[in-house]
């Protein structure tokens, strides 16, 4: 069927002649993907349909030209061509940090090609003396960058606390690492920090000693730091940027989110403190894309007479709180999450047979803030990037399902970069939704087959092809800050695999049609969310959030998909982006509500 409308009928089974109705808006002249369903048109295949029509942030018709121009078009109708350009869904983030993504935006930007120009310790310590003079960085107690990737950096490593001593010897610095689970801080951070040589190790986490400890965790901090080693160290330095700063981290994520098409994004694993900051900003001027938000899971279950999280189906000023987050483990290119098998090369000071380690050691734990997350209603999201840290989650949700009955549930197991067949077929009957960072393949390709895991199992990270072969419903994300919260880079990465540095094509056998990319970041994404029915596909009766495209994904060649641009950015009818009349700064820098004087902004990616 090529035509959806709204329509009275007068009796049951036919329809009466629809009467004269204007619509806000109509699209035509292009390609519309609907992604509405296996035979729909507009989803992948044959023609699809020629125009949609949108009224009061609704979809009204989807269906032919001349039959929306009947039906729908009054004086004050907006006809939009789209001069061949593909009309899509809107783009929902399975995984991301909505704050994040503006810290990313406001520090120092460390990261290499093609999204930075970092290549070297040199050019990091450049980054992060020029921002230390920026207005935000002379306000800011600690001068603080994100993004540098030992895997890119010319010297093969990470900064230590001599090279960040150079940028400044009175002032603390931070440096965080790409995958956000790790960082180096120069002396004066240290002592901030209150580490040194009698320091011993946090559960979760590493300090780096100098060469020449022979007894681990005494000695000499080098001033890298791991996992729970280093989270203090981001809240401290965040903690220490200015008020005006951190009072538009959210305007400025929601900028640029919607740069890329998304309309619909998360907070993935805020502190209590921070959930109520976002509230209160979308109070104050409610968001122009809807926002979804996960409390940190040992914080809500920890607090048994008091309901941290308020979750809620419906949004309120663009905000609402869904679940939790849970940590089970850190990053495969920081070479901190837990495997099953060794590192293929052992970070130094590691020993033989290293597998990195487990954020919770004690299984019971995590059990009970599974258990208690399902008793409450909450939707479980875990982070678990290594196979031992899955076991370790399908064990948890297993035992927890027994415990509490069934339930359409929709746990999230994040990442899941190294998920065996065998996982995914516990995620199939346990009802685990894997959402993939699919954008690995691109970033860190390279640095897995080389480095991390060896070309076998390198070749089978974010294993959605065996998902898609079990009829699974699967989605991917960006994790902003850790990558730009680029859609087009999560569809290009899926259909090519194809890594940065080598171009060679990561495990062929896991490459999945730019369809099942595109349902990824909509449809399965909606039907992450339980937002199925109002979002995810162009049909009558959902919400009218659209993107404009360049070219449809579905019609370019593969290695064509990364060239795609959004031109624009609709929630609910209305344009988000690009804002006319306003630069990019502009535009980012909405009113935001300053932060409570004891919030510490937290991102644990």
């Not at 039959?67 to 061509?81: I, K, S, V």
């Not at 490593?157 to 931070?174: F, G, I, K, Q, W």
């Amino acid at each position: 069927m090529t035509d959806q409308q709204v329509a009275p009928t007068n009796e049951p089974g036919r329809p009466a002649a629809p009467p004269y109705d204007e619509a806000d808006l109509i699209f035509h002249g292009g390609e519309i993907v609907t992604v509405a369903g296996p035979d729909a048109p507009g989803s992948g295949d044959g023609p699809g349909p020629e125009a949609v029509a949108v009224k009061g942030g609704v979809i009204v018709h989807v269906g032919g030209y001349q039959q929306a121009l009947d039906r729908w078009q009054g004086p004050r109708t907006r006809l939009r061509d789209l001069r061949g350009q593909a009309l899509l869904p809107g783009f929902i983030d399975a995984h991301g940090h909505l704050s994040g993504i503006g810290l990313q935006a406001t520090i120092a930007n460390l990261l290499a090609a093609p999204d930075g120009d970092v290549t070297g310790i040199a050019s990091i310590q450049e980054k992060l003396r020029a921002w230390a003079e920026t207005p935000v960085g002379a306000a800011s107690k600690w001068i603080i960058g994100f993004g540098y990737d030992d895997a890119m950096l010319c010297e093969g490593r990470h900064p230590d606390r001599d090279d960040l001593d150079a940028v400044s010897a009175t002032r603390p610095v931070l440096a965080i690492h790409q995958s956000f689970h790790l960082g180096a801080v120069n002396s004066a951070g240290l002592r901030e920090l209150g580490y040194d040589a009698e320091t011993e190790n946090p559960e979760g986490g590493v300090i780096r000693r100098r060469p020449g400890v022979e007894a681990p965790p005494h000695g000499e901090p080098d001033g890298v730091l791991e996992e729970t080693a280093f989270s203090p160290a981001s809240e401290a330095a965040t903690t220490g940027l200015p008020v005006t700063a951190l009072a538009t981290l959210f305007s400025k994520g929601v900028a640029s989110a919607a740069s890329f098409g998304f309309t619909t994004v998360q907070e993935g694993g805020t502190t209590a403190d921070n959930l109520a900051a976002l509230r209160a900003a979308a109070a104050l001027v409610p968001f122009k894309i809807d926002v979804v938000a996960y409390v940190r899971a040992d914080q809500a279950t920890g607090a048994p007479h008091q309901d941290l999280v308020e979750a809620a189906q419906e949004y309120r000023h663009g905000v609402r709180a869904a679940g939790v987050k849970l940590y089970l483990d850190g990053s495969p290119q920081g070479r901190t999450a837990w495997l099953t098998e060794p590192y293929l090369t052992r970070p130094e000071g590691t020993e033989e047979g290293y597998r990195g380690y487990p954020t919770i050691k004690d299984d019971k734990v995590v059990l009970d803030q599974v258990r208690t997350a399902y008793e409450r209603g909450w939707q479980v999201l875990a982070h678990v990037n290594g196979d031992a840290a899955i076991d370790q989650f399908i064990e948890a949700v297993a035992a927890a399902a027994e415990q509490t009955g069934p339930g359409d549930r929709r746990t999230v197991a994040i990442h899941a970069q190294t998920a065996r067949l065998d996982q995914i077929a516990a995620f199939d009957r346990l009802g685990i939704i894997p959402s993939f960072f699919s954008m690995h393949t691109f970033y860190w390709g390279d640095w897995y087959r080389h480095t991390v895991l060896g070309p076998e199992r390198a070749a089978r990270i974010s294993p959605a092809k065996w998902a898609v072969e079990r009829n699974m419903i699967y989605t991917s994300h960006h994790d902003a800050p850790v990558a730009l919260p680029n859609s087009i880079a999560i569809l290009s990465s899926q259909v090519t695999r194809r890594t940065r540095t080598d171009g060679i094509v990561l495990g062929p056998g896991q490459c999945v049609s730019a369809l099942d990319a595109v349902r990824s970041i909509t449809i399965n994404a909606a039907h992450q969310y339980f937002e199925q029915d109002s979002k995810g596909s162009i049909e009558v009766g959902k919400l009218a959030d659209l993107v404009i495209l360049s070219a449809s994904p579905l019609s370019v060649h593969p290695d064509e998909i990364k060239d795609i641009r959004v031109a624009e950015t609709f929630k609910q009818g209305r344009s988000i982006h690009p804002v006319i009349g306003l630069s990019a700064d502009q535009a980012q820098d909405e009113p935001s509500v300053p932060p409570a004087a004891d919030q510490q902004w937290h991102c644990s990616c």
